[in-house]
T-cell receptor
Framework: DAGVTQSPTHLIKTRGQQVTLRCSPKSGHDTVSWYQQALGQGPQFIFQYYEEEERQRGNFPDRFSGHQFPNYSSELNVNALLLGDSALYLC????????????????FGPGTRLLVL | EDQVTQSPEALRLQEGESSSLNCSYTVSGLRGLFWYRQDPGKGPEFLFTLYSAGEEKEKERLKATLTKKESFLHITAPKPEDSATYLCAVQKVSGANSKLTFGKGITLSVRP
């Protein structure tokens, strides 16, 4: 059973550039959440997608946007990168409302390490 | 605002020396409290979910407990492979699959 996968594993960008990170949820899951984890900190919630719509959003600027596809995979886009955007970006999947076997546990992928120079 | 505070920030144990990690939380309406383990450079690995005060769950050398204000992760006779950062997170009652609010984590080092 494939777990949550993310690509790429590492990425180096310069200030002002744009980046797209990708996530495939665990088999059978339909909800994807994105988190940002700075060094030495706990993960911070960015947003959550269910049924191809953004359902919840954390305290992140509009430079952070996302998308969910019909196969439940998701993308996180960050525009106009700042040095402070350097972090580990985590994707978590879970089974959302309306699915059989409802569960709340979010399972995380390995993350994408983004370095902004 | 929901808050999660973990203590201590770092803990060094000798192999076999049992101890506890603390997670204090403030949340209006707790749906669940989650413990994750995170190895350096990797994503968090799910350990336990606790839903109500008094609940306990065990897995190998780990035991998690929950009260109305805090949770403890007890580690019995730890081994070097238990070295990792342990994250605590809360989820509030505001719709299914609502966001997780994490603490900063506790870095555990177990010396052989």
């Amino acid at each position: 059973d494939a777990g949550v996968t993310q690509s790429p594993t590492h990425l180096i960008k310069t200030r002002g550039q744009q980046v797209t990170l990708r996530c495939s949820p665990k088999s059978g899951h339909d909800t994807v959440s994105w988190y940002q984890q700075a060094l030495g900190q706990g993960p911070q919630f960015i947003f959550q997608y269910y049924e191809e719509e953004e359902r919840q959003r954390g305290n992140f600027p509009d430079r952070f946007s996302g998308h969910q596809f019909p196969n439940y995979s998701s993308e996180l886009n960050v525009n106009a990168l700042l040095l402070g955007d350097s972090a580990l970006y985590l994707c978590a999947s879970s089974l959302g409302q309306g699915g059989s076997g409802y569960q709340e546990t979010q399972y995380f992928g390995p993350g994408t390490r983004l370095l902004v120079l | 605002e929901d808050q999660v505070t973990q203590s201590p920030e770092a803990l060094r144990l000798q192999e076999g020396e049992s101890s506890s990690l603390n997670c204090s939380y403030t949340v209006s309406g707790l749906r669940g409290l989650f413990w994750y383990r995170q190895d350096p450079g990797k994503g968090p690995e799910f350990l336990f979910t606790l839903y109500s005060a008094g609940e306990e769950k065990e897995k190998e050398r780990l035991k998690a407990t929950l009260t109305k204000k805090e949770s403890f992760l007890h580690i019995t006779a730890p081994k070097p492979e238990d070295s990792a950062t342990y994250l605590c997170a809360v989820q509030k009652v505001s719709g299914a699959n609502s966001k997780l609010t994490f603490g900063k984590g506790i870095t555990l080092s177990v010396r052989p």
